[in-house]
């Protein structure tokens, strides 16, 4: 079983659209967790960090459940600039160092 | 703010020859990570340094893969000899350390194994 699995999509949505993506982690002693975007032939960059009580950053939510061992990403009034793949990642230790890369979920927001 | 930087950007050789890629990190960055990512797959840590010192290296196949930080600044990453399934992008990436420790990537290093 991977430590990290997300659903690959591809996610095809509307602008203006609500998507959500979900990622579920297997090792419990995972103590920091993050949502990077990779775009097409470009390296990965943080879109952000999860906390427990959930996190916001305009258009974006994060939600972590500890308990369930899921970690989702919520994006808000879809862009064409959202069109990315996000890579979910969890660390063992308590900062982004070791750092666990799921496969990524592909999405593509449409015209 | 210099970014990482990673050369070269692409390398196609054939199975059995040797390749070497070069990071230099975010300047006053003390630690540098080496990533293989596989098409399709997210990126896979393969080394990380601390200064010049080895932190992690559980996942190097060290018997072709090698990869050094002399002097705490730049790095090399070396493949020798390599094998078709080597082709990926070899991403750099630095922290500088402290609460957050970001981890921020280079563009990458496209191995086109023949």
């Known amino acids: 079983r991977k430590e990290v699995e997300q659903d690959p999509g591809p996610f095809n949505v509307p602008e203006g659209a609500t998507v959500a993506f979900n990622c579920t982690y297997s090792?419990?002693?995972?103590?920091?967790f993050f949502w990077y975007r990779q775009d097409c032939r470009k390296e990965p960059k943080l879109l952000m960090s999860?906390?427990?009580s959930g996190n916001e950053d305009g258009r974006f939510t994060a939600q972590l459940n500890r308990a369930s061992q899921y970690i989702s990403l919520l994006i808000r009034d879809s862009k064409l600039s959202d069109s990315a793949t996000y890579l979910c990642v969890v660390s063992r230790t308590g900062s982004a160092r070791q750092l666990t890369f799921g496969s990524g979920t592909q999405l593509t927001v449409l015209p | 703010e210099a970014g990482v930087a990673q050369s070269p950007r692409y390398k196609i050789i054939e199975k059995r020859q040797s390749v070497a890629f070069w990071c230099n990190p975010i300047s006053g960055h003390a630690t540098l990570y080496w990533y293989q990512q596989i098409l399709g797959q997210g990126p896979k840590l393969l080394i990380q340094f601390q200064n010049n010192g080895v932190v992690d290296d559980s996942q190097l196949p060290k018997d072709r893969f090698s990869a050094e930080r002399l002097k705490g600044v730049d790095s090399t990453l070396k493949i020798q000899p390599a094998k078709l399934e080597d082709s990926a992008v070899y991403l750099c990436?630095?922290?500088?350390?402290?609460?957050?420790?970001?981890?921020?990537f280079g563009p990458g290093t496209r191995l086109t194994v023949l």
């Open positions: 090792n419990s002693a995972s103590q920091s």
């Open positions: 990436a630095s922290s500088a350390g402290g609460i957050t420790d970001t981890q921020y």
């Open positions: 999860v906390y427990s």
